[in-house]
Every structure is written in structure tokens, then in C-alpha cells.
């Protein structure tokens, strides 16, 4: 991969430019959509174990945000400096002159995993008619991917029971059978399968061209800490590397970051081998957002009344600092 390795390099190169001229490591808050202790955020994590930030001279400083939206909102308002969104969700803040655009999206596939139980009769997407379907919330773009789906099946809202359960309650329900799937991300199916219970797992990627987790930054940040920012990614982006090479050894330098898993190391495993089988593929460049798959979405977005405004594309992301 010739365009990893030139990253790679940058990297080494900005971290003994900052050595030799003896400069402090610029502090970065990073804002997480959720708790930062999750194995959705590998990728993050396997770098701050693996000391990729220390040695870009950045002084990582995780804080926390609620939600996605709520990410982007704080970055834009310059509340922080980057975090995590997911890459559709400039689509939406954006139209409400939120100045946010993404800057590295971790894998070329849907974050989203339609994902049921083997008893449910549900085989494809036509079959969640009439059947109990739970979502995180439904302000959230798991779900918006989910109507996605049900759409190219050519169901509507009122075609299934989706109940918005919350970050426990999504997979709980699938466990004890009271619901028949989820519109489910890797550590909640790990969840499930945790339980005994069998599940069958349809990406969301073959139904709608939903997007994965990413970096977000303000226009203004873009503007004025190109460099900082580009460090950043990059080193974000080897921690994805990482676990693209070798998720297992991956999933162990997690644990390292965030002990509370130790002990419980298989289930992260699982989490991780999903979001590199599921996720992660699809990118000729490691990070890179896909323009096209951008564009459909946002149509989608905006023919289902999610996002009130169409927003010129180059507003709503930049390759330039995973080339």
C-alpha cells in the first residue's frame, strides 16, 4: 500500500522536525461521540497505546461529547479542536451553517449492520415488514441508514416496528427476543453473540451506501492547523492500519489503553475482526471519503427530509490530509 507508506513517513518526518527544533507537543482535544472506552473507537486507542500521537508531537486529550450531532456542533462552534463523527453528518449540520467538514473516515463501508436473530424469518430486507426492529435513537444516523435499507426494499416507516432503545437497550432487546434484529454497529452484535445467541448479520453496504466513522474539523481549523490536523489523521490512520494487519494484536494494544477490557480481551477481538471485515475495506486511499457515495447519500438525506438543504460536496469534506 504506496500511499500508506508515504504516510507513514510524514509522520516520522513532522515528529523529527518538531524534535529537532525542540518544540512542545501541541495539545489536541479530541471530542468523543460517545465514551471513549468503547472498541468502536480502535482506531484512536490502538494509536494513543502504540504512542503514534507522542511521536507526531501532539498531547492527546480525549474529552466527550453526546452524540454525533452534538460532535460536530462543539467542533464548529470551536468548543474543540476534532473528533468523532460519522462521515454523513456534515450532511446534515452543515445545512444548519455548522462550518464542519471531514477530514479521514475510517473504512469505505456503512458503520451500520442490519443484524437479526437466525430465528427471526428475516433473510433480506423486505422481511422486516412487520417486524420489531430496534435503533440507538432516532436522531441518530444508524437509524437514518436503517431507513436507508428499509427503502430498498421499498418499506417506509410505518412498514416496521423500530423502537429507539438506547446504547444498551439496542441489543439487549435482540438478546431476550424481544425484538427480531437491530440496526446494530460490531460491539453491539458481539453483545448479542455474547449472550449464545445466533445472529445473521446483512451489511447495511449491500442495501445503501450508508458511511463509516470519522474525524471531523471546523473550516477554521482547516484553515489555520492544516499541519496539526494532518499529523493527527495520520497517526489516527495507523492505528486503523493496525488493526487492519492484525486485528487480534490490535485488539490487545487496546486493552493496554483502556484497561477496564483486561480479562474480557476475546470479546474485543470479535468487535475488531467485524469492523475490519465489515467496515474498514472499500478505500484506495487509507482515510479517503468517497465523493460518489457522498453525493447518494445526501440525496437520500434529502428526498427523506433528514437534511433540510443541499450543500455543495466540497463543503462537506477533504481528502487533503490523507494523500
Sequence with gaps: MKNFRSLLGAVGVSA????????????????FPAPPFLPAFGPIQVAVAKGYYRDAGIE?????????????????????????????GPIIVRANDVPIKTVAVFGGKGFMQLTV???????KPADMKGKTITALSYQD?????????MASAGLTRNDVDVQAA???GV??????????????????????????????????DDYFPSMAQAIGASDEGIKNNAGLIGRFVKASLMGMKDMMDDSDAAALEFVKAVPRWKGKEDYVKTVFKYYVELIY??????GEVNTDRLAKLQEFYLASGIATKK????ELYTNQFVK
Design 117 to 123: 436473530r437466525e430465528d427471526s424469518g428475516i433473510t
Design 311 to 314: 450543500v455543495p460536496l466540497e
Design 171 to 204: 441489543w439487549q432487546l435482540v438478546a431476550a427476543g424481544k425484538a427480531h434484529g437491530m440496526a446494530g454497529v460490531p460491539d453491539w452484535i458481539a453483545s448479542v453473540e455474547a449472550t449464545g445467541v445466533k445472529v445473521r448479520i446483512m451489511p447495511s
Design 16 to 31: 523529527a522536525l518538531l524534535a529537532a527544533s525542540g518544540a512542545q507537543a501541541q495539545k489536541v482535544d479530541y471530542l
Design 141 to 149: 444516523t444508524t437509524y437514518y441508514a436503517l431507513l436507508g435499507v
Design 281 to 286: 475495506p472499500g478505500q484506495t486511499v487509507l
Design 166 to 168: 438506547g446504547p444498551v
Design 60 to 88: 492527546f486529550n480525549a474529552q466527550v461529547g453526546k452524540g454525533g450531532v452534538d460532535v460536530a456542533k462543539q467542533i464548529g462552534s470551536g468548543n474543540a479542536q476534532l473528533g468523532g463523527i460519522l462521515a454523513d
